[in-house]
């Protein structure tokens, strides 16, 4: 079992930056992929961003440019770098774990990211 705590979401004016942070603990050592997925009210759920253990990331096209993801592996925490927000990114973000880049095992609880115009 894998837990995950995020952190860091909240309200922020459009072009604004916020940074949301996940760290896990529990079975770490099945761990491969982190990243994050959203879900805004009345849309499905959508794969943000994702990095493998060894670096290798995905983004969903509407944030390339935009969010950054990066991981410490001494930490067992993936973050979540969002720069020059939109009303759009509105959601709730929700970590995940996976063996791949697309899989997921393990979810955190989501935090609230509003970006407001």
């Known amino acids: 079992q894998v837990q995950l705590v995020e952190s860091g979401g909240g309200l922020v004016q459009a072009g604004g930056s916020l940074r949301l942070s996940c760290a896990a603990s529990?079975?770490?050592?099945?761990?491969?992929?982190m990243g994050w997925y959203r879900q805004a009210p009345g849309k499905q759920r959508e794969l943000v961003a994702a990095?493998?253990?060894?670096?290798?990331?995905k983004y969903v096209e509407s944030v390339k440019g935009r969010f950054t993801i990066s991981r410490d592996s001494a930490k067992n925490t993936v973050y979540l770098q969002m720069t020059n927000l939109k009303p759009e990114d509105t959601a709730v973000y929700y970590c995940?774990?996976?063996?791949?880049?697309?899989?997921?095992?393990?979810w955190g609880q989501g935090t609230q990211v509003t970006g407001s115009s």
């Open positions: 995940f774990t996976g063996a791949t880049l697309t899989t997921t095992n393990s």
């Open positions: 529990g079975s770490i050592f099945v761990i491969n992929a």
């Open positions: 990095i493998t253990r060894g670096g290798v990331t």
